[in-house]
Nanobody
Framework: QDLLVETGGGLVQPGGSLRLSCAASRSIFSINVMGWYRQAPGKQRELVATIGPDGITNYADPVKGRFTISRDNARKTAYLQMNSLKSEDTAVYYC???????????????WGQGTQVTVSS
């Protein structure tokens, strides 16, 4: 069961933009904090950005001023707008929910399968 599904990845030139989406399954009725993480080959998964249920955002230093995280609770979807992309941004990007109401139960630390972002000229 894919509770979170990321889309929007692809190949983009340096300086370009991509918009990632993270759609929650219809079995999820509520989500607490949503976040985006990324992992390059041979590297550890790292935080990109988070957004709380109150709309408060947090960004990792390497993406500050370039990326914007947002969420649409009606669509149960989170987004990551990535501008001024650099080769260093190349990674698999994962969506995360720290806590979600799945049917009648709260579930913790949900992850999507990831979407590949490649920044190359």
């Amino acid at each position: 069961q894919d509770l979170l599904v990321e889309t929007g990845g692809g190949l983009v030139q340096p300086g370009g933009s991509l918009r990632l989406s993270c759609a929650a399954s219809r079995s999820i009725f509520s989500i607490n904090v949503m976040g985006w993480y990324r992992q390059a080959p041979g590297k550890q998964r790292e935080l990109v950005a988070t957004i709380g249920p109150d709309g408060i955002t947090n960004y990792a230093d390497p993406v500050k001023g370039r990326f914007t995280i947002s969420r649409d609770n009606a669509r149960k979807t989170a987004y990551l707008q990535m501008n001024s992309l650099k080769s260093e941004d190349t990674a698999v990007y994962y969506c995360n929910a720290d806590r979600a109401l799945v049917g009648p139960e709260w579930r913790y630390a949900l992850w999507g399968q990831g979407t590949q972002v490649t920044v190359s000229s």
